[in-house]
């Protein structure tokens, strides 16, 4: 019988995690993929098995903090379904999560194109409540406001998300697009007053 040399690291410590699994090692499987790791796991099937072992321990503390690299390796091998499945387990566990913003907001896109879209709404609305201060805020309200039009008939809803967005984002880079987005929704007084939109008082998002 021959025997066969693992040289990839990766697959390597797979293979020693899975050894103390079998065994019901997990704690020592845990404090391995920590020590090998370092705090930065780039290999999604090991951060899988760290999820999961996480779980089985209990350790929803230390679960939650890991999911967040969890999701964002899940998001880059394009696995949105999956991301969302665990991100909305951890928002069960805690309201307050705080998945990476370039994450959350691929997820949503991601749930808006699968017919999700309240869930994308949901999403898109926790996304302005963790990350209110986050350069994407602007294209997450214009989300919102699109979703709210298109998808969840609330024009109403949505035109005074859109006027509220205009105001407060004048100067941004999409606002001539959402300009353009209200005027198309727009039917009477407001479309006239589109192009006049400027920074005014600024109120909490009706969205």
Not at 182 to 193: I, N, R
Request: glycine letters at 2%; proline letters at 4%; a positive charge.
């Amino acid at each position: 019988m021959s025997i066969v040399l693992v040289t990839d690291p990766e697959e390597a410590l797979l293979n020693r995690i899975n050894a103390l699994r079998l065994d019901g090692r997990t704690d020592d499987a845990i404090i391995l993929i920590k020590n090998e790791a370092r705090g930065k796991i780039s290999n999604l099937d090991i951060s899988r098995i760290c999820s999961d072992l996480l779980k089985e321990n209990q350790q929803i503390p230390e679960w939650l903090i890991h999911s967040v690299t969890h999701l964002d390796l899940l998001s880059k091998e394009n696995k949105k379904s999956q991301a969302y499945e665990v991100y909305k387990e951890c928002i069960e566990h805690n309201a307050n999560f705080t998945p990476n913003p370039k994450t959350l907001f691929e997820i949503t896109q991601f749930l808006a194109q699968s017919g999700k879209a309240q869930d994308a709404y949901n999403a898109c609305v926790h996304f302005t409540k963790v990350h209110p201060k986050h350069a994407l805020i602007p294209e997450v309200y214009f989300f919102i406001a699109k979703i709210l039009n298109e998808k969840l008939n609330n024009k109403a809803r949505a035109r005074k998300v859109m006027t509220w967005l205009i105001k407060k984002f004048s100067k941004h880079d999409h606002a001539p697009e959402m300009r353009k987005y209200l005027a198309t929704m727009s039917k009477g007084p407001e479309a006239l007053a589109v192009q006049a939109l400027s920074m005014g008082e600024e109120r909490a998002c009706p969205g």
